[in-house]
């Protein structure tokens, strides 16, 4: 069965330090992982998709296929990155569905 | 610019009620999902509409009824309002065809049940 797994319901870091939210999956074909992003009386939005391997706002996530993680990273927090993290799984032939994990929220104190 | 909105903020009905939540998208996409939204459970989907009048199960259905008749809106219907209702319900809209499309989500709907 698909799952996401964020085994953190919250991180507290300080400003300037590094952060690393986790993420493991459960799937047995060829994933697609997408991190959404939803700050404080915001919609939620995605912040990046695995497939682009991009760096937005300094974040990035590399799949790795052998330990079936997904985890978000960035070497310096900042006050604006404290919000909640969604890590979401999709995959199957013919939908267009996500599964999301049970979120983190990250707090970044100055 | 994307745009999903909802009907309501805001909602409190009382235990028994018919309940409707409205949502709209403006850029002609293809999918639409409603969603709820608790804490430590995260996202978890209720109903998902690929095209007009074609809808699938999510993951937590029981309760929930949807509508699509026009593209633009989707609808989500509580037949009989529940206390364990209460919660954030969060739609979103998507292209179709492949996983690359981000959703969109629209502001949410808090729906208190007394």
């Known amino acids: 069965a698909q799952r996401v797994t964020q085994p953190e319901k919250l991180l507290s870091v300080f400003k300037g330090a590094p952060v690393e939210l986790k993420c493991n999956y459960s799937?047995?074909?060829?994933?697609?992982l997408f991190w959404y992003v939803q700050y404080s009386r915001q919609r939620l939005q995605l912040l990046l998709r695995?497939?682009s391997r991009e760096s937005i706002k300094g974040f990035t996530a590399d799949l790795n296929k052998g330990e079936t993680s997904f985890h978000l990273k960035k070497p310096f927090a900042q006050e604006e990155d404290s919000a909640m993290y969604y890590c979401?799984?999709?995959?199957?032939?013919?939908?267009?569905?996500?599964?999301f994990g049970t979120g983190t929220r990250l707090q970044v104190f100055p | 610019d994307v745009k999903v909105t909802q009907s309501s903020r805001y909602l409190v009905k009382r235990t028994g009620e018919k309940v409707f939540l409205e949502c709209v998208q403006d850029?002609?996409?293809?999918?639409m999902f409603w969603y709820r939204q608790d804490p430590g459970l995260g996202l978890r989907l209720i109903y998902f509409?690929?095209?007009?009048?074609?809808?699938e199960k999510g993951d937590i259905p029981e309760g929930y009824s949807v509508s699509r008749e026009k593209k633009e809106r989707f609808s989500l219907i509580l037949e009989s309002a529940s206390t364990n209702q209460t919660s954030m319900y969060l739609c979103?809209?998507?292209?179709?065809?492949?996983?690359?499309?981000?959703?969109?989500f629209g502001p949410g709907t808090r729906l208190t049940v007394t």
């Open positions: 979103a809209s998507s292209y179709r065809g492949g996983l690359y499309y981000e959703q969109y």
């Open positions: 509409s690929y095209d007009v009048k074609m809808k």
């Open positions: 850029m002609d996409h293809e999918n």
């Open positions: 979401a799984l999709g995959g199957n032939n013919n939908t267009d569905k996500l599964i």
């Open positions: 695995h497939i």
């Open positions: 799937y047995s074909g060829s994933p697609e």
